[in-house]
């Protein structure tokens, strides 16, 4: 057993070690890109070994892939959405004026930090960064809980204010930036790194594999870790003191608090904190319990979400087609494909099998097609990912494993090949589906999204959705080509 155990840690400290060389920016395809995957053929034979009959997220860890989702949110983002719809903002005083700001500059940031964030090319605030810096940057600190739409900026939100925070001559840990997976950990870091490269400012990770004798007092300004190894470091090893910190931070916070073993850790660590500290919580989706639980960890926050209905871009037509089996959805696709020019398409899927089959059928009829699943690595998942951001691969197949995950330009159309639902209700799943339709339409463009309904159930679903989100779905007919060409106007 205890042979078992050391070849078990030896294995996790060889995988963060590989992870530590994955450098997630716009350079780094240039000089460290990953040996490509297979051809499509060869990769088609290796899924169907590795898939089961089974829908996506039942038969895997729920809890692992919310989490695993999460990291992929910010993989692959260059730009940021264009989102023009307004916040609503809750404060402790609601007669003190609310303020924004059109220019970085109107901040008052050193020189040193402004000139991190011009180098990472932004060039002004996104509308949630409009609304938020200022709050998080006033005196006295304010704790926050803050809701945006996916690719708004929300990371270089809390890293630049965070940054703001640190006296760089204190050599101690003054922030500290908890996330679901070490992954995700990591992609934090590296923005955190390259937006403080003008500075004297020093980042570590409290993550698996990151060793350091006891007695050890860590010397960084700021803490970006996992809360399992983050609790060791506090607690067991005493590695740094949690009441000097003057900035924490929950990242995807609605996975950090719905998940037990993550929301006991942080609140651990919330309680030793100062009365002080400023506490903040990120993400992109709030359920309303776990709004309700966030408010009872952060106390007096801000709040700044989206109302339901501007969650949905408008920038993106919605349709749905009428078919009867997977054959005559895939008969529309190719009706689809045939009559417009599409840029590059996302596909998602409710079964592995289902992918499997589609990914063979495409690759079959001469399209440049990648698949990704929960059964393929993390590391492999980035490969594709890569590929398909430089337009190798045209269609991405996928399940709700990148539901939440590419920002890509190119991408402008999204098909449902199967309606996202809540597992065992029948009942259409709001949140996957804003997610999904979300993966086009991105950075301002106009995006389509298409969904195959083959029975009545479904089609009542496509009724809930619209209803839900108060946007049209357009019935579309597939072998009028006239009506097709349509889209595109």
Same mark, same amino acid.
């Given at each position: 057993?205890?042979?078992?155990?050391?070849?078990?840690?030896?294995?996790?400290?060889?995988?963060?070690?590989?992870?530590?060389?994955?450098?997630?920016?716009?350079?780094?395809?240039?000089?460290?890109?990953?040996?490509?995957?297979?051809?499509?053929?060869?990769?088609?034979?290796?899924?169907?070994?590795?898939?089961?009959?089974?829908?996506?997220?039942?038969?895997?860890?729920?809890?692992?892939?919310?989490?695993e989702?999460?990291?992929?949110?910010?993989?692959?983002?260059?730009?940021?959405?264009?989102?023009?719809?307004?916040v609503?903002?809750?404060?402790?005083?609601?007669?003190?004026?609310?303020?924004?700001?059109?220019?970085?500059?109107?901040?008052?940031l050193?020189?040193?930090?402004?000139?991190?964030?011009y180098?990472?090319?932004?060039?002004?605030?996104?509308?949630?960064?409009?609304?938020?810096?200022?709050?998080?940057?006033?005196?006295?600190?304010?704790?926050?809980?803050?809701?945006?739409?996916?690719?708004?900026?929300?990371?270089?939100?809390?890293?630049?204010?965070?940054?703001?925070?640190?006296?760089?001559?204190?050599?101690?840990?003054?922030?500290?930036?908890l996330?679901?997976t070490?992954?995700?950990?990591?992609?934090?870091?590296?923005?955190?790194?390259?937006?403080?490269?003008?500075?004297?400012?020093?980042?570590?990770?409290?993550?698996?594999?990151?060793?350091?004798?006891?007695?050890?007092?860590?010397?960084?300004h700021?803490?970006?870790?996992?809360?399992?190894?983050?609790?060791?470091?506090?607690?067991?090893?005493?590695?740094?003191?949690?009441?000097?910190?003057?900035?924490?931070?929950?990242?995807?916070?609605?996975?950090?608090?719905?998940?037990?073993?993550?929301?006991?850790?942080?609140?651990?660590?919330?309680?030793?904190?100062?009365?002080?500290?400023?506490?903040?919580?990120?993400?992109a989706?709030?359920?309303?319990?776990?709004?309700?639980?966030?408010?009872?960890?952060?106390?007096?926050? +801000?709040? #700044?979400?989206?109302?339901?209905?501007?969650?949905? =871009?408008?920038? @993106? &037509? $919605?349709?749905?087609?009428?078919? %009867?089996?997977?054959?005559?959805?895939?008969?529309?696709?190719?009706?689809?494909?045939?009559?417009?020019?599409?840029?590059?398409?996302?596909?998602?899927?409710?079964?592995?099998?289902?992918?499997?089959?589609?990914?063979?059928?495409?690759?079959?009829?001469?399209?440049?097609?990648?698949?990704?699943?929960?059964?393929?690595?993390?590391?492999?998942?980035?490969?594709?990912?890569?590929?398909?951001?430089?337009?190798?691969?045209?269609?991405?197949?996928?399940?709700?494993?990148?539901?939440?995950?590419?920002?890509?330009?190119?991408v402008?159309?999204?098909?449902?090949?199967?309606?996202?639902?809540?597992?065992?209700?029948?009942?259409?799943?709001?949140?996957?589906?804003?997610?999904?339709?979300?993966?086009?339409?991105?950075?301002?463009?106009?995006? +389509?999204? #298409?969904?195959f309904?083959d029975?009545a159930?479904? =089609?009542?679903? @496509? &009724? $809930?959705?619209?209803?839900?989100? %108060?946007?049209?779905?357009?019935?579309?007919n597939?072998?009028?080509?006239?009506?097709?060409?349509?889209?595109?106007?």
């Amino acid at each position: 057993m205890a042979d078992w155990a050391n070849l078990l840690e030896e294995t996790d400290v060889a995988i963060a070690k590989e992870v530590d060389k994955i450098h997630i920016t716009e350079d780094s395809n240039k000089s460290e890109e990953p040996t490509p995957p297979a051809p499509a053929a060869a990769a088609v034979a290796a899924a169907a070994v590795a898939t089961e009959n089974t829908p996506e997220n039942p038969s895997e860890d729920p809890e692992k892939l919310k989490a695993e989702n999460s990291f992929f949110t910010k993989v692959l983002r260059s730009q940021l959405v264009e989102s023009k719809t307004e916040v609503e903002i809750q404060q402790r005083d609601p007669n003190s004026p609310l303020y924004s700001v059109k220019t970085f500059e109107e901040l008052k940031l050193k020189t040193s930090l402004l000139e991190g964030v011009y180098g990472m090319g932004f060039n002004k605030p996104s509308k949630i960064q409009e609304t938020a810096l200022p709050m998080l940057m006033c005196d006295p600190p304010q704790n926050m809980i803050a809701q945006s739409q996916s690719g708004t900026g929300k990371t270089a939100a809390f890293v630049l204010a965070t940054l703001s925070r640190i006296d760089e001559a204190a050599k101690y840990p003054q922030a500290l930036i908890l996330a679901p997976t070490y992954e995700l950990a990591l992609q934090i870091g590296e923005v955190l790194q390259r937006m403080a490269s003008r500075t004297e400012i020093v980042v570590e990770h409290a993550i698996r594999g990151k060793r350091y004798a006891r007695g050890t007092r860590i010397g960084a300004h700021i803490i970006v870790g996992t809360p399992g190894t983050t609790v060791d470091w506090v607690f067991k090893l005493k590695f740094f003191d949690p009441r000097q910190l003057r900035v924490f931070v929950l990242d995807e916070a609605d996975v950090m608090v719905s998940q037990q073993g993550h929301q006991e850790q942080s609140i651990r660590i919330k309680k030793t904190l100062d009365p002080r500290c400023q506490c903040l919580l990120f993400s992109a989706t709030y359920e309303e319990d776990v709004m309700r639980f966030a408010q009872t960890v952060i106390p007096d926050p +801000i709040l #700044i979400k989206l109302k339901r209905e501007e969650q949905s =871009l408008d920038t @993106i &037509k $919605q349709f749905y087609v009428m078919c %009867n089996n997977e054959s005559e959805k895939y008969e529309s696709l190719c009706n689809i494909y045939g009559t417009i020019t599409i840029g590059q398409t996302m596909i998602f899927c409710k079964m592995k099998t289902t992918a499997t089959w589609l990914l063979k059928k495409m690759a079959e009829d001469g399209h440049a097609v990648a698949m990704l699943t929960s059964d393929i690595s993390i590391e492999d998942r980035l490969v594709t990912l890569n590929r398909f951001r430089e337009g190798r691969e045209k269609v991405l197949i996928t399940t709700n494993v990148c539901a939440r995950g590419i920002d890509i330009e190119q991408v402008t159309v999204v098909i449902n090949f199967d309606l996202p639902i809540v597992h065992g209700s029948g009942t259409p799943d709001m949140e996957t589906y804003l997610h999904r339709i979300g993966r086009t339409g991105r950075f301002g463009k106009k995006g +389509i999204a #298409i969904n195959f309904v083959d029975n009545a159930e479904t =089609l009542r679903m @496509i &009724k $809930q959705i619209q209803n839900y989100f %108060n946007k049209e779905i357009v019935k579309l007919n597939t072998d009028d080509s006239d009506e097709i060409e349509g889209l595109v106007c």
